[in-house]
């Protein structure tokens, strides 16, 4: 059973318009997570993390935590075409270290 | 900053054969990884190496094999390819010996076999 599971598979989204990505975890022990985005053609990049509950703000990005039901999420407003990615969420337990979802992919549209 | 980088970016090779993937960072991290990433399957870790000459194993080490003989490259070999197997590999770094999750990717290799 995927330990990070990531929702949806696949997003399309209008230029300037929002985009939210769901992620849950069935393990208590993950400590916090990570954000990540990935290029087609390119490795992944961190884009952001959060370890407490409620809300981190980085630009055009948001990520949401509640530790109650191991629910992140990442809604990035004003959605760009360079926002056009795979988005993988992560959850690392300092024992184990850091376990990927499998990704949304996110299609921005003119 | 830094940067890592991956040879070679394409790699073809034949059912049985041994390939070996190189990777090289400059960010003077301690850690370094291997992980493998499918279409559908996100990202699966074969080996990590907290230091030089350290190595363990990932949940997908079998068929693999790993070494790190300087703390900026770490080296990953496929140790007999299977038919048709196509998937990337990247290799990550990270600063200090506790996993604090975030990595720094390579651009990987792609890996196809005939």
């Known amino acids: 059973q995927q330990k990070v599971q990531q929702s949806p598979e696949s997003l399309s989204v209008p230029e300037g318009g929002m985009a939210s990505l769901n992620c849950t975890s069935s393990?208590?022990?993950?400590?916090y997570f990570w954000w990540y985005r990935q290029h087609s053609g390119e490795g992944p990049k961190a884009l952001m993390?959060?370890?407490?509950?409620g809300d981190k703000k980085e630009g055009r990005f948001t990520a949401h935590l509640n530790k109650a039901s191991l629910h992140v999420s990442l809604h990035i407003r004003d959605s760009q075409p360079s926002d056009s990615a795979l988005y993988f969420c992560a959850a690392i337990n300092y024992a184990q270290g850091l376990t990927f979802g499998l990704g949304t992919r996110v299609s921005v549209f003119p | 900053g830094g940067i890592i980088t991956q040879t070679p970016k394409f790699l073809i090779g034949q059912e049985g054969q041994k390939l070996t993937l190189k990777c090289q960072q400059n960010?003077?991290?301690?850690?370094m990884y291997w992980y493998r990433q499918d279409s559908g399957k996100g990202l699966r870790l074969i080996y990590y190496s907290i230091t030089e000459n350290d190595l363990q194993k990932g949940d997908l080490s079998e068929g693999y094999d790993a070494s790190r003989e300087k703390k900026s490259s770490f080296s990953l070999t496929v140790t007999s390819a299977q038919k048709n197997e196509m998937a990337v590999f990247l290799c990550?770094?990270?600063?200090?010996?506790?996993?604090?999750?975030?990595?720094?990717f390579g651009e990987g290799s792609k890996l196809t076999v005939l």
């Open positions: 393990d208590r022990n993950f400590q």
């Open positions: 993390s959060i370890f407490s509950d």
């Open positions: 960010f003077n991290h301690d850690t």
């Open positions: 990550a770094s990270s600063p200090g010996r506790a996993n604090t999750g975030q990595l720094y």
